[in-house]
């Protein structure tokens, strides 16, 4: 039997017979990878079943493409992968109907939203927010901006077109609706009732849990399990691996053709002194 790997995971998450894979992780364990999705430390085609929650609105959009094709290399022929992201349609839709009761509810499944801007900081926050994943550094290297988490959002168009020309066939999925009987439970607190509730404040407080944010670090008292997550905002989407790509061939697809903007993203490593700074520090361009 294959691996059955959670990527992104968090360190407080466990489920029997799951690995999983974090860049948040100090060290390996039998069960626990530590590093990222674009560079899997499993050989191919190892494992049965990927899931992806909430990882993928994380990742730079010119990386994405090679972190898909790296998910297919792990895979399986006919592998099972589950991704769960905001939904970019639900929200714009939302935002553009002036829906405040939606927000409202969304909110409640993500405190972290930004409230001082009404709807449409509420809005923004799903497609850029702040966080410890990336850093923005000024054009000169020399000033250090913001860290950021949400980095780019998708609808089920952009995600399957990627998904399909990188080796998978897609379907929109709902929630608690996996193929794999595993992934038909909820996330959930361990030791509480195993069906989804909005991981917020209110509900931490209702059943003596602790999860806050202290200088930089979180303290949490207590482990999550299960998969899906967050049924209003999120688009979920499940595939079969049909074909392998390389990380080349995506590469190619999505960030060297001529008739792809990201091209542009590269513009800069024709700056003689950019370029100087940057092989001073030591960095790569992804």
Same mark, same amino acid.
């Given at each position: 039997?294959?691996? @059955?790997?959670?990527?992104?995971?968090?360190?407080?998450?466990?489920?029997?017979?799951?690995? =999983?894979? %974090?860049?948040?992780?100090?060290?390996?364990?039998?069960?626990?990878?530590?590093?990222?999705?674009?560079?899997?430390? +499993?050989?191919?085609?190892?494992? %049965?079943?990927?899931?992806?929650?909430?990882?993928?609105?994380?990742?730079?959009?010119?990386?994405?493409?090679? $972190?898909?094709?790296?998910?297919?290399? $792990? +895979?399986?022929?006919?592998?099972?992968?589950?991704?769960?992201?905001?939904?970019?349609?639900?929200?714009?839709?939302?935002?553009? &109907?002036?829906?405040?009761?939606?927000?409202?509810?969304?909110?409640?499944?993500?405190?972290?939203?930004?409230? &001082? +801007?009404?709807?449409?900081?509420?809005?923004?926050?799903?497609?850029?927010?702040?966080? /410890?994943? =990336?850093?923005?550094?000024?054009?000169?290297?020399?000033?250090?901006?913001?860290?950021?988490?949400?980095?780019?959002?998708?609808?089920?168009?952009?995600?399957?077109?990627?998904?399909?020309?990188?080796?998978?066939?897609?379907?929109?999925?709902?929630?608690?609706?996996?193929?794999?009987? %595993?992934? @038909? =439970?909820?996330?959930? $607190?361990?030791?509480?009732?195993?069906?989804?509730?909005?991981?917020?404040? &209110? *509900?931490?407080?209702?059943?003596?849990?602790?999860?806050?944010?202290?200088?930089?670090?979180?303290?949490?008292?207590?482990?999550?399990?299960?998969?899906? @997550?967050?049924? #209003?905002?999120? #688009?979920?989407?499940?595939?079969?691996?049909?074909?392998?790509?390389?990380?080349? /061939?995506?590469?190619?697809?999505?960030?060297?053709?001529?008739?792809?903007?990201?091209?542009?993203?590269?513009?800069?490593?024709?700056?003689?002194? *950019?370029?100087?700074?940057?092989?001073?520090?030591?960095?790569?361009?992804?």
């Amino acid at each position: 039997m294959g691996i @059955r790997l959670n990527v992104g995971a968090s360190p407080i998450w466990e489920q029997p017979g799951w690995h =999983t894979l %974090d860049h948040k992780l100090s060290g390996n364990t039998e069960f626990a990878i530590a590093g990222d999705a674009s560079d899997i430390k +499993l050989p191919d085609e190892s494992c %049965d079943v990927i899931f992806c929650s909430h990882v993928f609105e994380h990742i730079p959009h010119v990386k994405l493409p090679l $972190v898909i094709a790296e998910l297919n290399r $792990v +895979l399986k022929a006919d592998g099972v992968l589950r991704i769960l992201t905001p939904d970019l349609a639900k929200v714009a839709r939302a935002y553009v &109907d002036n829906d405040a009761e939606f927000f409202r509810r969304a909110l409640s499944e993500d405190e972290s939203l930004r409230t &001082d +801007l009404g709807l449409g900081g509420m809005f923004m926050n799903f497609i850029v927010s702040p966080g /410890q994943d =990336t850093a923005l550094l000024s054009r000169d290297l020399g000033t250090f901006i913001a860290g950021y988490a949400h980095l780019y959002s998708y609808d089920y168009y952009m995600l399957s077109t990627m998904l399909n020309s990188l080796g998978f066939v897609s379907r929109q999925a709902k929630f608690n609706d996996s193929s794999e009987i %595993d992934m @038909r =439970t909820p996330l959930h $607190v361990v030791g509480l009732n195993p069906e989804w509730q909005d991981l917020n404040q &209110d *509900f931490y407080s209702r059943n003596q849990l602790v999860h806050r944010l202290v200088d930089g670090k979180y303290e949490i008292n207590f482990k999550v399990s299960g998969f899906d @997550r967050d049924p #209003l905002t999120s #688009l979920i989407v499940e595939a079969e691996k049909s074909f392998k790509v390389s990380g080349e /061939q995506a590469d190619a697809i999505y960030n060297k053709s001529e008739s792809n903007y990201n091209r542009y993203a590269w513009s800069l490593l024709r700056d003689p002194s *950019f370029t100087s700074k940057l092989s001073s520090m030591d960095v790569s361009p992804y």
